[in-house]
């Protein structure tokens, strides 16, 4: 946990939701089928990832998979009791060893949503340039606001300051891809081929993500990819009319929402929970939950 102001005042707070039986009563209505709880990450230390699977299994929850999901979502299993799904967006190198390891020592299943393009060239994440550029003085838009500017302004500025900045892979390689898609709990998903945010691109551009990423995985892979996570969670019907068009079954948004028997019959907008990197166990706890997703903000 990095040690500022948010974050401790953060963490006196969630203490207090524990403590004052908050996050017990999350488990109570779980296991009366009130809702499936479904909470992502992105390159968290392997303590981290290992900590939030111990805290599922020590709390009585159990897992399910992205399949399992889309089977009771037809009505081919019974809603799950006392459930949780874990996904992973991007693709970073870190999760072979800090997600897919720690999901297989403990038999549990993880769904790894794969930007393909970083795989593919070894270059970083598009946003580590910007913030990269930002910090030598290269460019002057953050990396917030490139993330509301037509896909086309943000990609021209991304390929200017590319060649002055030499960043180190970041993502798998499409080997190590390869590897944990083999290994028995580890499934992957697609979260386009560039990371771009959807909403910001032309009906060709964001039809060529969604469609493109998929056949790349599934030539890569030999397996069938059929679930998608929305770059940073942004997406309207076009988006949903272009999954359900190129074959996908469910797509994963950012929605903190629980997975509730209402909601879920719409499979093109699963809703998540973010465990943050920086915050201390007690926050991300809550967080799991739902229980910081009602409370005063910051
Ligand atoms: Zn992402």
Redesign the pocket.
Same mark, same amino acid.
């Given at each position: 946990m990095v040690f500022s102001k948010r974050n401790i005042a953060a963490f006196l707070l969630a203490n207090f939701f524990i403590l004052s039986g908050k996050v017990k009563k999350v488990f109570g209505r779980a296991s009366k089928g009130s809702f499936i709880l479904s909470v992502y990450f992105h390159d968290p230390s392997k303590k981290l990832f290992e900590s939030c699977v111990k805290w599922f299994i020590e709390n009585g929850y159990s897992f399910i998979s992205t399949e399992e999901l889309a089977a009771v979502a037809k009505g081919q299993k019974p809603f799950p009791l006392a459930s949780v799904i874990l996904t992973v /967006? /991007?693709g970073w190198r870190g999760n072979r060893e800090n997600i897919a390891a720690v999901a297989n020592h403990y038999k549990i299943p993880v769904t790894i949503f794969a930007s393909t393009q970083p795989i593919a060239t070894g270059e970083a994440f598009w946003w580590s340039y910007i913030a990269e550029a930002n910090k030598k003085g290269l460019v002057s838009q953050s990396v917030h606001a490139l993330k509301k500017v037509t896909n086309e302004e943000r990609m021209n500025i991304v390929n200017a300051v590319k060649p002055q900045l030499p960043l180190n892979r970041e993502a798998l390689t499409i080997e190590e891809l390869k590897e944990i898609s083999n290994t028995a709990f580890v499934s992957i998903g697609s *979260?386009t081929v560039t *990371?771009p945010i959807l909403t910001n691109c032309s009906d060709e551009q964001s039809f060529f993500e969604i469609r493109e990423s998929r056949k790349i995985l599934e030539e890569w892979l030999q397996k069938e990819v059929v679930h998608f996570a929305y770059?940073?969670g942004e997406f309207t019907t076009r988006e949903i009319n272009f999954l359900k068009d190129s074959g996908y079954k469910t797509a994963f948004t950012t929605n903190p929402r629980y997975i509730t028997p209402d909601n879920f019959t719409d499979l093109y907008t699963i809703p998540r929970f973010d465990v943050l990197e920086d915050v201390s166990f007690a926050e991300n706890i809550c967080r799991m939950t739902g229980v910081w997703f009602n409370k005063p903000t910051f």
């Open positions: /967006d /991007d *979260h *990371h770059p940073n």
